[in-house]
């Protein structure tokens, strides 16, 4: 008794990618199986990215409008110092002391010179227009005066020393210099801080607002101090103590509401999201894609998945780079550099039976056929089926990751054959979401005769007809119950070959 036998989808052909072409083109039936938007969930493990970190403390990632908060520090997070905080400090004696440990503490001890704890926002506010800079601060000293610059210039003069009231006064130019605004503040108790920046013709300007009250605006930024940074200043004659917590930077006028993950670390360690792939690519070759906004002031980020690759901040570029040597020294291989500021949209193909992993850069082939590694740790980083998104040691900022995608050939699986008693005709297949359907037809398969059908998810089903010689016989998926699908085609049993 002859079996006939036809397989027709998502018999994945493992074929190696060809440098310089779309991973998706080597494939025989692509098809897209997962998608991420990130709209429709409220958390990363509501997207399906895990956690995992050896420091289980660490607040880590949010579902967020991606232009919406563009920097979060509040000094908490195992920080012990400037750098952990993303800050320089100038003190040359010293004469003071800088903790960063819960709060930016400042407590000037010493008069005769001035100090500076300056942050770099330029990561994240370079080239915007509109935003804010919010933070928490009180301040006990006396002797001389406070200046907190971004760009603009704001000083604060102690009234008395019976009284925590202090004038405000801003930098007006150079002949000027700071000059009062009329107004005052008591930094005895905490105030929250408002540094609202807008852009009118190129130009940078400032309004300083104290909780709920406008203190000045249209401040122009004072030459030699740029918007690029904020920084807290204490003069050569002050003696006392500042606190500065709660650092937020928002941008503002924003339009629309597209979310997307942001994953955030100003504080020292590491630590990964993981999102396994298998259950939508059933041991496939497969592509995942995602757009990455890299936010960094420090340090590099890499990707797993089965291989190691890192984007790493050098000068006004990030350099990608990978690792195939599998051995302690871990050599990396810087092979492009990328200009900051931009969504970089990432792509990487995975090869299941080379072991092997092509990786793409706004559609740009980066390298190609590296190695699965063998003696990774933790495994999970380099198992072909998770993809890994790790924030490194000495990495300060944020990533956002957005429009997720897998492609890869149709993993739904079908054949049509003559059983061995020769009495019935039997469709069996492997589906991922749908019905298996047989069918049978008279007059060259224009009049429906019989049918037999089974829902499944993720698993083998079997459906049969009595077999008749004078039939044609079809198989369907229906697939996803949303597209039907005429999997394989017999014209009449018998001795016709098919």
């Not at 001890?109 to 942050?119: A, I, S, V």
């Not at 920084?231 to 006028?253: A, E, M, P, R, Y």
């Not at 592509?287 to 998945?305: H, M, Q, R, V, Y």
Request: charged share 20%; net charge negative.
């Amino acid at each position: 008794m002859k079996k006939f036998v036809c397989l027709v989808t998502a018999l994945f052909l493992l074929i190696s990618v060809i440098p310089g072409s779309a991973a998706g083109a080597d494939m025989v039936n692509p098809k897209v199986v997962y998608t991420q938007d990130f709209e429709s969930v409220d958390t990363p493990q509501g997207a399906g990215f895990a956690h995992s970190s050896t420091a289980g403390q660490y607040r880590s990632a949010i579902v967020t409008p991606s232009t919406d908060c563009l920097y979060i520090q509040d000094f908490n997070y195992n920080i012990t110092s400037a750098s952990d905080a993303g800050f320089t400090v100038t003190d040359a004696k010293p004469v003071a002391t800088h903790s960063y440990n819960g709060k930016l503490v400042i407590d000037k001890t010493e008069t005769g010179q001035g100090t500076t704890d300056n942050l770099n926002l330029k990561s994240y506010i370079d080239g915007i227009d509109s935003y804010t800079v919010k933070f928490d601060l009180s301040a006990d000293f006396s002797g001389s005066s406070m200046v907190i610059y971004h760009g603009a210039g704001f000083e604060f003069v102690r009234q008395s020393t019976d009284t925590t009231v202090y004038d405000i006064k801003y930098y007006k130019d150079a002949t000027d210099k700071f000059v009062t605004t009329g107004k005052t503040v008591d930094l005895g108790s905490t105030k929250v801080f408002y540094i609202n920046v807008t852009t009118v013709d190129g130009v940078k300007y400032a309004e300083l607002k104290i909780g709920n009250e406008t203190i000045i605006n249209n401040v122009a930024g004072r030459d030699g101090y740029s918007f690029l940074n904020l920084s807290f200043n204490t003069n050569g004659g002050l003696k006392g103590t500042i606190t500065v917590d709660n650092i937020k930077v928002t941008q503002n006028n924003v339009s629309g509401t597209d979310k997307s993950m942001k994953i955030y670390k100003y504080e020292p360690g590491s630590f990964s999201y993981l999102f396994n792939t298998s259950a939508y690519t059933k041991n496939k070759n497969y592509e995942i894609e995602f757009n990455l906004i890299p936010k960094l002031t420090a340090g590099s980020i890499a990707f797993f998945d089965g291989s190691m690759y890192q984007l790493e901040m050098s000068g006004s570029n990030y350099q990608i780079k990978y690792r195939n040597a599998a051995d302690s020294t871990m050599n990396e291989t810087t092979v492009k550099d990328i200009a900051m500021g931009t969504p970089i949209k990432i792509k990487l193909f995975v090869n299941r039976e080379k072991a092997t992993t092509n990786f793409y850069a706004n559609d740009v082939l980066i390298c190609s056929d590296v190695p699965q590694r063998t003696d990774g740790s933790p495994s999970s980083w380099y198992n072909l089926d998770n993809l890994g998104i790790t924030l490194n040691n000495g990495m300060h900022g944020s990533v956002y990751i957005d429009d997720v995608k897998i492609t890869c050939d149709d993993v739904n699986t079908i054949t049509l054959s003559e059983d061995s008693t020769a009495s019935t005709i039997k469709a069996s297949a492997y589906v991922t979401d749908g019905v298996l359907i047989i069918a049978s037809y008279s007059d060259g398969g224009k009049v429906l005769k019989d049918v037999d059908y089974k829902a499944v998810t993720n698993s083998a089903a079997e459906v049969e007809l009595t077999k008749d010689d004078n039939l044609t016989y079809k198989a369907f998926i229906f697939d996803n119950f949303s597209n039907l699908k005429p999997l394989c085609d017999v014209t009449a049993y018998g001795d016709k070959d098919l």
